[in-house]
Each structure stands twice: as structure tokens, then as C-alpha cells.
């Protein structure tokens, strides 16, 4: 279970005491959930990393992608808006000129979750864009926006749900379906009298039905159209069966005739556990040689290149993939063909090294001609207290114009989580050395013009073209921003008792007064300075301009602590509780008026903190993510029996038990002093998994409430669910930080709950 958003700002005239507003400052609206809902944001920020402007091929036309909520239909809305390149150029030269409107706007709006338009790429010839769609049913199609006719149409038709798909062009692409047949298996198992369980989770026991928790969702079978022919690609007569969790990487050459991909390895030799180990000797995260149970394990992955003509598969590296859940070591991006065929960029795979000594992996380029491979740059890792020395999550990766002696490393900065590029240059004797490295992501560029979305913690996104001599602003797509007040934000530092820094955005109320003290909530789960991000971060629980307008400081804070390990929860406790002191010291928060707000990994964080006596806090909220309780270790043994060990440092058993009952928040929810906003997402599973301190507040008659969104999603996307998540942060820390309700009548029953929680807690309190 489980699963990223955006960007923006102003400046808020600074009073050095009391002092008037503008009658312009005035006029302005304090900025909403709403207004968050509605910004049309380039990318895609709901599934990470994806490309806001591409250049066709021919590089006479150029699309730019963004999303937006739509709360009048309760659905996302994509738009791809196409633009003559001519244009643009002639935009440039005459500085007193208009800029003609887009030859196409494709707007999308199938699904009440989005992002709708998926994976979109240009066609080989110029004349379209492939992309996926969801279905009104909630399945995913292969769609064709054909630039020539102006129409949109399947590419194939299909009732399966296309997973992920690589195009050259109308008659040479391929594409993987999910497997229906393991599910159907299941389903029809449960008819019987008695179910075999062993070997199943919990979940795909008590919700065979639900394609979330279903063993189908990670299984796909590949197809192909070659010359236009249709056919399903074959292994020794038998379909070809991809398994990946999250999702499938295909590369097509540039010729639409050889694929690149990564296969399963059902049997692992035993020389691979020695010669490609974890990050760190501790790490639960490692290969396991001997069969693999697709049942219960995660399968080792390694990169290969099937001929589409003959079906032949071909092992490119003899060695695992490293981007899977079993190895401890994460790159993210698809692999890439150099523009001449004869070259593969992998983003994250080990290499055998000559001397069988073991290895780490890297990004690595595979020459065909010669069948060699070459480490362009080694991957970094976490350790036992942390992470290496300038480590950094690579994101993508390609061929620098193509060019099989250039590449274009894209990665998140581990420090301040902005995106950086370093290009390297190969050098005679065939390794690889950086020749510069720069802010943000590759420009999208042909000839002279350049593309680029210009954004930063204060600044909306606005796309910018450029030449050589000149930039101008081509689109902005949030006018409407400049009618809002957005309130004030700066980056924060501070360190905390260990002498650790820590870095985070500061959001400081709408209308802000020096010398007055504020309510403070803390936002966690990370921080990045060079996008502009309303909520904060993400879009689930978190509202940060949204509070600030409301009149209380937001503090969102960066990830800065070793993960499965038992420092992982005091140190985040170390973090918060180090910032709420220095903000309580500079006179900016009231140290009586402190909340927080936790999601997915950081739950277990904002556990810890109410589980080990902090005094700073009044209230607080967790949503959909991960407690270190034993609920939730029995619900899924396979997959965080590990983790969870590590993170209380014992397994709850025998001995190790009473570190469990020390160390587990789920064993101390007595020691809770404060009320606590449960939230659950990802349909019944989720609300399994945040069951736990919900039932046990309500047994210990504390101030506890429960609400589980109405959403298969974990990032949300859907614009009433992030009402109902986001406003939800809003009235909840207004109601017990500031004492404030909302006059709206559809609240009623919401604060008369939260009423008797307070009287509750005021009960408690006295005793």
C-alpha cells in the first residue's frame, strides 16, 4: 500500500509592529484548500517525476503538460497544449509582439483520480503523442492525440488494463496488460469451502475483490505491433510474464524493432548474494539467493533486450537490477537508446566486476557492438546512521542529444531535495568524467530555443522560452494568483540536541505581526526549496499556505534521520522538538498552541513524539501511513517484519518483546496527552492498517477521531477527497490551536464531535 506534488508563493509587506494594510493588500483573498485544488501545476506531480515540455522530434512543434482539480466535476483535469516552434522563435525577436495561441489544446478529464494523461511521448515522425488514460471504470487505455487530424482516439482496443507502453509510431510500439488470470484464480477460490491461506496476505484474503491488494496487479503480460502486426511476446512457446510492482520499464529502440525491459530471476545463483550486497551489513534489504516464491517474494530483476522479430531475450548485464524493494539501493527513470541504436543508458543496475569482488551498482551504459559495459557514476546509499556522503536519488537519465559519448544524470539533492543535472563526458580510455553540473532538470531545447518552467518556493511556475539573446514568458497558467494573498515563506535552519542541521520551509501567517506570537503546525515527510508547493509538500493532510492564511505559522521540515534503524523515531522527535524551541525563543510561536501533522512513513514519527512525553504539543493528526505497532507488523509479517525490527531494534518475541512493549507506540498509547486526528486512506486495507490507535485512544477515553477517505489513492489527486483531507488539517488545528469552527452548516456534526472531544480531554486533564 502506498504511493508524491507541487509548487508556489509571494512576499507579504513586513510591519516592524502594528500597522495598516494596503487598500491592494486588502482586496486580496487569503489563499484556500480551494485555490490549492485549482492550480494548474506542470508535470505530474501525483505519481513524481515526469516531463512538463517535450520538443517533437523534428522539433517543429513543442507540447506542455500540467494538471489541475477540477471541484465543480470532482475530477483532475490534464491538458497537453501544442505550440509551432516558429511561433515562439518569432515570440523572441519582437519584443512588442503577441504570442499566437497553441495550434491544439487536448483537455482531459476521464477519471476521478488522476493524473489523466500518462507516460505521454512524441511519435518518431512528429505527427502525434501517444499516452496513457484511465477509463471511466477505473482501467487504462493507450490513447493517440494525432496532431495532424487534431483528433484523439485508442490506439489499440483492448478491455485489459495497459500498464506501460514505449512508442515509435503507429505501426511499431509495444505495451504490457495487467494479468487477469491470478486474480480470477483467487476470486474463484474464495467460492469454495475451504481457502488456502498460506502463503497469501491478510488482505488479499479478506478483500479478494479489491485490485489494489491483489497478486494480479504486479503481474503483466507484454505485447507488441511490429510492421503492424499484433502479437504477444513468447518465451519457449509460453507468454512472457513482467513482474513489477510499480510498474514496467520499456524501452523501444529507434528503429521500434528491439525492446529493453527488465525480467524476473525465479532462481538467483548463490554467487550473487556475495558479489552484489545491501548498502550496509544490518540492512533486511538484500538478495537472497535459491528459488524465489512469486507468492511471497519480492523477485530479483535484471535489465535484457528481446528481439521483436525473433522473441529471442538477451541478458544485457549478467548482473541484478538494482531498483527493487530487495536490494537497498533506489534509482528511478526508464532505460534509454542513444539516437543511433548502438548504446543503452540503465539508470540503476550492478556490474560484474573483473575481479568477481563485490560491487556497487550505477548508472551504466551497455555499447551493443562491443557487448561492453561502462559505470558512468556510482549510486550512493543509506548507512546504519543515515545516508553517504553527497548521496542523491537519481530520477532520469539520458543520452545528451542522443550522443553515445554524453549523458545527462538527473538527481534530487539530498540537502535541499531540489532537482540537479550533472552531464559526463566519456573520455578515451572509456570512463566517464563529469564536465558540469546544473540546477534543475535538462532545459527541453532545439537549435537555439529553449524551454524551461521557471518555479521556486515563491515563485508559481511559469513556462519561459529563450534563445541565445532573450527570454519571455510564454505561458502563465495561474493568473489568478495575482488576486490572492499567498503570505509569507523562507527557507529554516536549526539544529537539534545531537548537533544535526536541519533545513525547512517557514510559513508564516497571513497577516503577520512581529512580536506577536503564533500557533505553530509542524508538516513533515520533506521540503523543496526550488518548487513552489501550497500544501508544503504533498497533497494528502498537509495545507501549509492554507493554515498561514488561517493565522497560524507552518514549519515543513525536511527528512534528516536514518531509516530502519532504532534512531529513526527519536531522532525525528530530536528534529521537531529542536525547531518548535527555536521558534518558541524568537518569540514567533506560542509554546502552549503546537500541533503536528504526520503521513505514510512520518506517522510513526508523530507516534513516537505523543508516545515519549513531549510538552510541546496540543494537538495532532496522522494519515495513512506507517505506526511501528504490532497490528500492523501481524496484518503484513512478510513485508515489515524486517523493517519493523529494525526500527524498535528487536523482534516482538521472546526477549525482544520487551523492547516492544518500551518501544512501540501501538504498547504506550496511555502515555497520549493530546487529541489526535486518525485518518485512513487506500480503501479498507488502509484502514486496517490505522486501526490500531484509533481503538485503543477509544478504549483508554481519550480524544481520538477517525475518518477514512473515500479514495483507492494514497497521494490524493481526486479534488473532494484533498478538500476532505486538506480542509480537514485546516478546521482541525484552527479548532484546537486557535479555538475557531467554521460557520459552515455542512460542519455541524463535525464540531459537535470535536466539542465533546474537548470537553473529553478538559475531563482528563482535571484527573
Same mark, same amino acid.
Given at each position: 500500500?502506498g ?6 508563493a509571494? @512576499? ?27 492550480l ?10 515526469a516531463?512538463?515540455?517535450?520538443f ?10 500540467? &494538471?489541475?482539480?477540477?471541484? !465543480? ?8 497544449r ?8 518569432g515570440?523572441?525577436?519582437?519584443? %512588442? ?49 494525432? +496532431?495532424?487530424?487534431?483528433?484523439? &482516439? ?18 511499431d ?12 484464480r ?12 498460506t502463503?497469501?496476505s ?27 502486426r ?13 513482474f513489477?510492482?510499480?510498474g ?8 521500434g ?23 550496509? /551489513? ?6 537472497h ?9 519480492t523477485?530479483?530483476?535484471q ?9 529471442s531475450?538477451? #541478458? ?15 534509482a528511478?527513470?526508464?532505460?534509454g537508446?542513444?539516437s ?10 550492478f ?6 569482488a ?36 537519481v ?5 545528451? %542529444? ?13 540537502? !535541499? ?10 573520455k578515451?580510455?572509456?570512463t ?24 521556486g518556493?515563491n ?8 534563445? &541565445? ?9 495561474n ?9 509569507? #515563506? ?40 526550488? &518548487? ?24 515543513q ?5 536514518? @531509516?530502519?534503524?532504532p534512531?529513526? %523515531? ?8 529542536? /525547531?518548535?524551541?527555536? +521558534?518558541v ?13 504526520g ?17 510541546? +504539543?496540543k ?21 515489515? /517484519?524486517?523493517?519493523?525490527?529494525s526500527?524498535?531494534?528487536a523482534?516482538?518475541?521472546?526477549? %525482544? +518483546?520487551?523492547q ?8 504506550n ?30 478504549s483508554?477515553?481519550?480524544p ?15 479534488? #473532494? ?10 478546521d ?14 455542512a ?7 470535536w ?12 484527573e
Amino acid at each position: 500500500m502506498g504511493f508524491r506534488l507541487l509548487s508556489f508563493a509571494a @512576499v507579504l509587506y513586513l510591519c516592524a509592529g502594528l500597522c495598516d494594510l494596503s487598500l491592494a493588500q486588502q482586496e486580496r483573498k487569503p489563499f484556500t484548500v480551494a485555490d490549492e485544488i485549482g492550480l494548474a501545476v506542470f508535470g505530474s506531480p501525483f505519481t513524481g517525476h515526469a516531463k512538463a515540455v517535450q520538443f517533437s522530434p523534428d522539433g517543429t512543434y513543442f507540447a506542455v503538460y500540467t &494538471e489541475r482539480g477540477r471541484l !465543480d466535476v470532482d475530477r483532475p483535469e490534464d491538458s497537453l497544449r501544442f505550440y509551432e516552434s516558429q511561433d515562439i522563435e518569432g515570440f523572441l525577436k519582437h519584443s %512588442g509582439s503577441q504570442l499566437r495561441p497553441p495550434v491544439w489544446v487536448v483537455t482531459r478529464s476521464s477519471y476521478k483520480e488522476g493524473p489523466i494523461i500518462n507516460d505521454w511521448r512524441w511519435l518518431a515522425d512528429s505527427s502525434g503523442v501517444a499516452f496513457l488514460e484511465p477509463t471511466t471504470d477505473g482501467r487504462q487505455q493507450l490513447i493517440l492525440a494525432d +496532431l495532424r487530424t487534431r483528433t484523439i &482516439e485508442p490506439l489499440i482496443s483492448t478491455m485489459d488494463t495497459v500498464r506501460a507502453f514505449d512508442v515509435h509510431d503507429r505501426q511499431d510500439y509495444v505495451y504490457t496488460v495487467a494479468d487477469s488470470e491470478e486474480r480470477e484464480r483467487l476470486q474463484a477460490e474464495m467460492q469454495v469451502p475451504a481457502i488456502i491461506g498460506t502463503g497469501r496476505s491478510l488482505f488479499q484474503l479478506l478483500f479478494p475483490h479489491d485490485p489494489l491488494v491483489g497478486v494480479s496487479s504486479h503481474r503483466s503480460h507484454l505485447w507488441a505491433v511490429v510492421g503492424g502486426r499484433h502479437f504477444e511476446i513468447k518465451r519457449d512457446g509460453r507468454p512472457l510474464v513482467l513482474f513489477n510492482a510499480y510498474g514496467d520499464d520499456l524501452a523501444l529502440s529507434p528503429d521500434g524493432r528491439s525492446l529493453v525491459t527488465t525480467l524476473p530471476i525465479w532462481e538467483v545463483p548463490s554467487s550473487w548474494e556475495m558479489l552484489y550486497p545491501a548498502p550496509f /551489513a544490518s540492512s533486511h534489504d538484500r538478495i537472497h539467493a535459491g528459488p524465489q516464491n512469486e507468492q511471497v517474494d519480492t523477485p530479483v530483476h535484471q535489465y535484457v533486450r528481446i528481439n521483436l522479430q525473433t522473441e529471442s531475450v538477451q #541478458a544485457l548485464t549478467n548482473a541484478p537490477s538494482s531498483n527493487n524493494d530487495n536490494t537497498g539501493w533506489v534509482a528511478l527513470g526508464s532505460p534509454g537508446w542513444s539516437s543511433d541504436g548502438q548504446a543503452i543508458l540503465l539508470l540503476g543496475t550492478f556490474l560484474k566486476s573483473k575481479d568477481n569482488a563485490p560491487s556497487r551498482p550505477c548508472v551504466a551504459v551497455v555499447d551493443l557492438p562491443s557487448n561492453s559495459t561502462s559505470c558512468v557514476e556510482v549510486l550512493k546509499g543509506r548507512t546504519e546512521s543515515g545516508v553517504e556522503h553527497d548521496y542523491h536519488l537519481v530520477v532520469g537519465g539520458r543520452f545528451a %542529444g542522443g550522443d553515445t559519448q554524453r549523458v545527462d544524470v538527473t538527481f534530487i539533492d539530498h540537502v !535541499d531535495q531540489s532537482h540537479r543535472t550533472t552531464e559526463y563526458l566519456r573520455k578515451a580510455d572509456g570512463t566517464w568524467e563529469v564536465v558540469k553540473e546544473i540546477k534543475g532538470e535538462p532545459v527541453a531545447e532545439h537549435g537555439r530555443l529553449e524551454l524551461t518552467v521557471k518555479q521556486g518556493f515563491n515563485e508559481p511556475p511559469v513556462l519561459v522560452a529563450a534563445d &541565445e539573446e532573450i527570454s519571455r514568458v510564454v505561458w502563465d497558467p495561474n493568473p489568478q494568483l495575482k488576486n490572492i494573498e499567498l503570505g509569507q #515563506a523562507s527557507v529554516y535552519k536549526w539544529k537539534d540536541k545531537a548537533g544535526r542541521e536541519w533545513r525547512g520551509g517557514l510559513y508564516r501567517p497571513r497577516i503577520y505581526v512581529s512580536g506577536r506570537r503564533y500557533p505553530l503546525v509542524i508538516q513533515t515527510h520533506g521540503f523543496s526549496e526550488s &518548487e513552489f508547493r501550497p500544501s508544503g509538500v504533498l497533497p494528502t493532510a498537509f495545507a501549509a499556505r492554507a493554515l498561514a492564511a488561517a493565522g497560524i505559522a507552518v514549519l515543513q521540515v525536511a527528512e534528516n534521520c536514518p @531509516v530502519q534503524s532504532p534512531d529513526e %523515531g527519536p531522532c525525528a522527535v530530536s528534529g521537531y522538538e529542536s /525547531a518548535a524551541n527555536q +521558534l518558541v525563543s524568537e518569540g514567533l510561536v506560542d509554546p502552549e498552541r503546537i500541533g503536528i501533522i504526520g503521513f505514510s512513513r512520518t506517522c510513526f514519527y508523530v507516534m513516537e513524539m505523543l508516545t515519549t512525553g513531549s510538552s510541546h +504539543l496540543k494537538a495532532a493528526s496522522v494519515t495513512d501511513g506507517v505506526m511501528g505497532n504490532y497490528f500492523q507488523y501481524m496484518l503484513q509479517p512478510e513485508r515489515l /517484519a524486517g523493517e519493523f525490527d529494525s526500527m524498535i531494534g528487536a523482534a516482538p518475541f521472546s526477549g %525482544g +518483546l520487551q523492547q516492544w512493549l518500551r518501544r512501540s507506540p501501538g504498547f504506550n498509547l496511555d502515555k497520549i496527552h493530546v487529541p489526535l486526528l486518525v485518518v485512513s486512506g487506500e480503501g479498507p486495507a488502509g484502514l486496517l492498517l490505522m486501526w490500531e490507535p484509533y481503538a485503543g485512544l477509544r478504549s483508554l477515553h481519550k480524544p481520538v477521531d477517525l475518518i477514512m477517505l473515500n479514495t483507492d489513492e494514497h497521494v490524493l489527486s481526486n479534488p #473532494a477527497v484533498r478538500m476532505a483531507s486538506q480542509g480537514g488539517s485546516v478546521d482541525w488545528f484552527r479548532f484546537w490551536l486557535k479555538d475557531e469552527e467554521d460557520p459552515n452548516s455542512a460542519k455541524k456534526e463535525q464540531y459537535a464531535r470535536w466539542r465533546a472531544l474537548r470537553k473529553l480531554q478538559e475531563e482528563n486533564e482535571k484527573e
